[in-house]
């Protein structure tokens, strides 16, 4: 895809809504409002998509989502390797979404080539606050991830998940 229809078509017009929302308070009217005005420039985008404040959606037109989800205050999301993020999933505030990693080229990670892994989310999931879920990663259905959680490996369906590195702590159901 050209750099140039990217940044006009999805990259520019996504990051004008969020800002111009985000003075709004996050109640029902406007998080519907936010999810309204943003699910234009995801690559795909189901119904009742709900935004809460300041998040960050950076190569959003590598990103697809289901219906029903919430994404709370103070989200980032990078899409550059593809998120697919299921129905009815739920992100708390503050956690970050990433598909990419450095890599170490003479001594430096700055100049080091990306590692670049699509993310999976399954359909009724709950992402607790302050997680990290890491490039590579896929999470399984209707399954928890704790608060303060870093997720650098699979995650299976029906399980909660807490811990640096996330650890599978109980079944549910």
């Known amino acids: ?15 004008f809504v969020l800002l111009f ?48 989800v ?11 390797g593809g998120i697919s993020i299921g129905d009815e999933v ?5 956690s970050i979404i990433v598909t990419s990693n450095h890599t170490l080229k003479e001594g430096s990670f700055r ?16 992402i607790g606050g302050n997680c990290s879920i890491l490039a590579g990663v896929i999470i399984g259905s209707c399954s928890v991830i704790g608060s303060n959680s870093v997720v650098n490996k699979n995650i299976p369906d029906n399980v909660l998940a807490a811990g640096n590195p996330a650890e599978i702590k109980k079944k549910i159901k």
Do not use: E
């Open 21 to 68: 929302t985000n003075w709004l308070p996050d109640n029902i009217l406007f998080l519907r409002l936010r999810g309204i005005l943003a699910k234009h420039f995801f690559k795909k985008c189901g119904k009742n998509l709900l935004i809460g404040r300041n998040n960050v959606f950076y190569a959003s037109y590598d990103i697809s989502i289901g219906d029903n």
């Open 111 to 126: 100049y080091g080539a990306p590692i670049i892994k699509p993310i999976v989310i399954g359909k009724g999931t709950w």
């Open 90 to 94: 739920i992100f708390g505030p503050k």
């Open 70 to 80: 919430y994404i709370a205050y103070g989200n980032w999301f990078n899409g550059s």
């Open 1 to 15: 895809m050209n750099k140039f229809y990217r940044l006009f078509r999805y990259d520019w017009p996504m990051h």
